[in-house]
């Protein structure tokens, strides 16, 4: 970050445009508190969790000050029966995997068609066993708390009938902070995994039958991010897209998907408000409407 700023400032943006501030833990709510407190910060920012985002929120409201969040995420991914089982199973290992699991668009939960259902799991697991061998290094999480909740979610699944088609939550690995990819079959709507994000390399499978059913249950969740459809019908691609609620629906890609052009941001306990492209642009301008007469 202090590299990030430091070009900015050598391309000749004035100083105190952008300014980076460090602080630890423990002073992070009376800093923060002072930067939206402060009169010359017009509209804040904030990418991160949804508890912080929305004490954020309820800060800024106090101050009357406009607020951008992109929060927390739940992603789903549709798998239909028509859909290219391959590409499907590729781009589900990424979307839930990359980055072990910590990005906010990280694929959390996949519902799979039940005539396919068999057929994807199969080629899923081979997917991710090739991905991560279990002679070759695991995922590293943030710290050994993050690998503490994801085992602790799928304890609670499993402890309630679900089972596990990828990974092992008593496994050891060579640090305390690295967690291997797991994928949780069977999940009902009273575990914690159902509702919770993860944040790490933990993903739910689901068996659906109709259209109906699958846009249900991707949206029976707090959040609403991004989501992924994997069809080869662009018509029923786009009937999920219109219903299902949230920032973005990427047809037979991964939910990981963001570019300069595509605007980006969620609904819900996502967030709201826009990045990139014009219309992230417009977030960070005001109208003033001035009229003369003669």
């Not at 690998?147 to 088609?165: H, M, Q, Y």
């Not at 991010?225 to 047809?251: M, N, Q």
Request: include cysteine; glycine fraction near 8%.
């Amino acid at each position: 970050m202090r590299a990030l700023v430091s070009a900015f400032h050598e391309a000749g943006l004035p100083k105190g445009v952008i300014n980076m501030i460090a602080h630890d833990r423990d002073t992070a709510a009376e800093i923060t508190s002072a930067l939206i407190a402060n009169p010359h910060i017009k509209k804040i920012n904030f990418t991160g969790s949804t508890n912080v985002g929305r004490a954020i929120g309820r800060l800024a409201g106090e101050h009357l000050k406009p607020v951008i969040l992109e929060l927390g995420g739940k992603a789903p991914a549709i798998v239909w029966e028509d859909a290219d089982l391959d590409a499907a199973a590729q781009q589900c290992a990424l979307g839930a995997f990359l980055n072990g699991g910590q990005i906010c668009m990280s694929t959390e939960r996949i519902i799979v068609h039940k005539k396919v259902k068999s057929q994807f799991q199969e080629k899923l697991r081979a997917v991710v066993n090739g991905m991560f061998p279990s002679d070759g290094p695991a995922p590293i999480l943030i710290n050994e708390m993050a690998v503490k909740r994801n085992k602790a979610l799928v304890e609670d699944a499993t402890s309630k009938g679900a089972t596990l088609i990828v990974g092992d939550v008593e496994a050891l690995e060579s640090r305390g902070a690295e967690l291997r990819p797991i994928i949780v079959d069977k999940v009902a709507p009273d575990m914690d995994i159902y509702k919770m994000e993860s944040f790490g390399p933990t993903v739910s499978l689901y068996e659906i039958e109709t259209e109906e059913e699958a846009i249900e249950l991707a949206n029976d969740s707090d959040y609403g991010l991004t989501s992924a459809v994997f069809t080869e019908d662009l018509r029923r691609g786009l009937r999920f897209a219109r219903e299902i609620d949230c920032g973005a629906v990427h047809i037979n890609n991964m939910t990981v998907h963001d570019e300069p052009a595509l605007p980006h941001g969620g609904t819900k306990s996502s967030g709201f408000g826009r990045f990139n492209s014009s219309v992230g642009l417009d977030e960070w301008v005001r109208t003033k409407t001035v009229t003369f007469k003669n």
